[in-house]
């Protein structure tokens, strides 16, 4: 087994991206997108609109992690084509560039400590933290990782925590979720103005099913049954990677629709390694072959669901006690 370094170092070789593979994913995705909403706006049968209305919701879901790669500088770096179409995939998914950027860098350098702000990820706090906080304190907690939350993540995570929160508390540095907020609320009030069928396929669903699916990855990514936190003074980067970041078991097709995201272990091992390369990487590299794991299987994502409070003297997730919140 290779050290810490070492195992930077060979990851590197993944790190580069073929130009015309990301510009292939870039614009099939889009053509895919763009045909599936189109679909789900027509005068088919109700079982193709509805069908091709979730499907684009899934293939929102890669969009993003085209634009998750592009913030990282995974790939299409210094095209500014690709910068134009990120920015207005940014707005229109509700992920403004100036607030995903700053929060998800974040998140890639405090990820999975036991202690730290919770900006760009989901909350976590010990059991005796718990234990000592205020009714409060523990509503709040208790709220955030709750699965409505996750479930309607347009309103929790994205309308409100990406956009209009943000804005509000930062007008001039985030202007552009202002931007996105009143785009996303104009978009709504023109759908409807052409009917309630066309609203309800051609963004409602579209977007319920994008964020829903990428609120609950983003969540299963470091909170399932075998993660590992550290305290800040033991935490290291590779560490957090392997054993702090999970491998989600998928189908290929919801692979393709994820972006390779549930590779997620080697995302963080090195996050400029683009989407399409990260299963490269792992089939390569002895120490990512052993990751912790968890699946989109209902029993799985139950599983992960029920983990709410780290634990230092079991060292791993624990549930609520019953009536903790009380």
């Known amino acids: 087994m290779r050290s810490a370094k070492s195992l930077l170092i060979a990851s590197k070789e993944f790190a580069v991206e073929h130009r015309w593979v990301s510009w292939w994913h870039l614009w099939s995705t889009l053509v895919v997108l763009i045909v599936s909403i189109a679909l789900a706006v027509s005068g088919y049968h109700w079982s193709i609109r509805i069908l091709s209305s979730v499907v684009a919701g899934l293939v929102g879901v890669r969009l993003f992690i085209i634009y998750h790669d592009f913030q990282h500088n995974a790939l299409l770096r210094e095209s500014w084509l690709a910068s134009i179409v990120m920015w207005i995939s940014g707005i229109v998914m509700l992920n403004p560039p100036s607030v995903w950027k700053r929060s998800h860098d974040h998140h890639h350098k405090h990820n999975s400590k036991t202690f730290g702000a919770s900006i760009g990820s989901f909350p976590i706090m010990t059991t005796e933290a718990f234990a000592k906080a205020t009714y409060a304190e523990r509503f709040a907690y208790a709220a955030a990782r709750h699965p409505l939350t996750i479930l309607l993540g347009y309103f929790t995570v994205f309308l409100w925590g990406m956009t209009l929160r943000p804005f509000l508390q930062s007008p ?25 069928d066309i609203a309800l396929l051609g963004m409602a669903v579209p977007y319920f099913v994008a964020t829903s699916m990428g609120a609950y990855l983003f969540y299963a990514q470091h909170n399932y049954p075998s993660a590992l936190l550290k305290p800040r003074s033991e935490w290291s980067h590779v560490e957090a990677a392997l054993h702090s970041s999970s ?14 995201i549930g590779y997620h272990h080697v995302h963080h091992l090195n996050a400029r390694i683009p989407f399409y390369r990260l299963p490269e990487a792992m089939a390569s590299l002895e120490e990512l072959q052993t990751p912790g794991t968890t699946s989109l299987k209902p029993r799985d994502i139950i599983a992960c669901l029920r983990l709410k409070l780290w634990s230092p003297e079991l060292e791993r997730f624990v549930p609520f006690a019953r009536k903790a919140i009380v």
């Open 247 to 260: 491998f989600i078991h998928m189908n290929p097709v919801m692979h393709w629709f994820t972006g390779n």
């Open 172 to 196: 001039w540095r985030h202007w552009d979720a202002g931007l996105a907020t009143a785009f996303n609320l104009a978009l709504i009030v023109w759908l409807l103005f052409l009917g309630i």
